[in-house]
T-cell receptor, first 116, second 115 residues
């Protein structure tokens, strides 16, 4: 079945440091890939997504590129801020026979703490 | 526009009691999904419901767990005769009718602790 493996946390960085959170996946078909973020005390929010190979998703300075050859979707940001402290989840979904892809498969999450 | 509302945020139950978790979808959303996050694990899909219909319950445990989404009112995830292993965070998400890449919006979750 489908699975997502992401970098174990926690990750602690100083402000303005470069961030990479690795994510690799296993899927039977052609999944869409997502990064979700969960800020303290809040629900999951979609951060960015990519729906086909070589697509780059980007939002709020974060980027991730859909790499089919390495089955990866690593999250990067060039200069993190204290406000980026949160849990980050990598996820995938595959289309079902009806053409929708509502079922998400998540990684375990990576806790990022950014210190001033 | 209020987001997905889950209540309670925290729920403590003794072994053998029933737990009822509620989820009110975003306005205009008629599709609801429940996920469970066990300690040290990622979120796992449990069930997908439309109003008055269960569409996919492939992730629901076979016993003690049930879900409904009535014509009126919130979606309810019910766990009967809770055991310690049911302690987890339960997240609800909602969306319009899902097509390719429809975004689902998540609630803040209900953290169930069984003592």
């Amino acid at each position: 079945g489908d699975s997502v493996t992401q970098m174990e946390g926690p990750v602690t960085l100083s402000e303005e440091a470069f961030l990479t959170i690795n994510c690799t996946y296993t899927a039977t078909g052609y999944p869409s890939l997502f990064w979700y973020v969960q800020y303290p005390g809040e629900g999951l929010q979609l951060l960015l997504k990519a729906t086909k190979a070589d697509d780059k998703g980007s939002n709020k300075g974060f980027e991730a590129t859909y790499r089919k050859e390495t089955t990866s979707f690593h999250l990067e940001k060039g200069s993190v801020q204290v406000s980026d402290s949160a849990v980050y989840f990598c996820a995938l979904s595959e289309p079902n026979s009806g053409g929708s892809n509502y079922k998400l498969t998540f990684g375990k999450g990576t806790l990022l703490t950014v210190n001033p | 526009n209020a987001g997905v509302m889950q209540n309670p945020r925290h729920l403590v139950r003794r072994r053998g009691q029933e737990a009822r978790l509620r989820c009110s979808p975003m306005k205009g959303h008629s599709h609801v999904y429940w996920y469970r996050q066990l300690p040290e694990e990622g979120l796992k899909f449990m069930v997908y419901l439309q109003k008055e219909n269960i569409i996919d319950e492939s992730g629901m445990p076979k016993e003690r767990f049930s879900a409904e989404f009535p014509k009126e009112g919130p979606s309810i995830l019910r766990i009967q005769q809770v055991v310690r292993g049911d302690s987890a965070a339960y997240f609800c998400a909602s969306s319009p009718p899902p097509r390719m890449n429809t975004e689902a919006f998540f609630g803040q979750g209900t953290r169930l602790t069984v003592v």
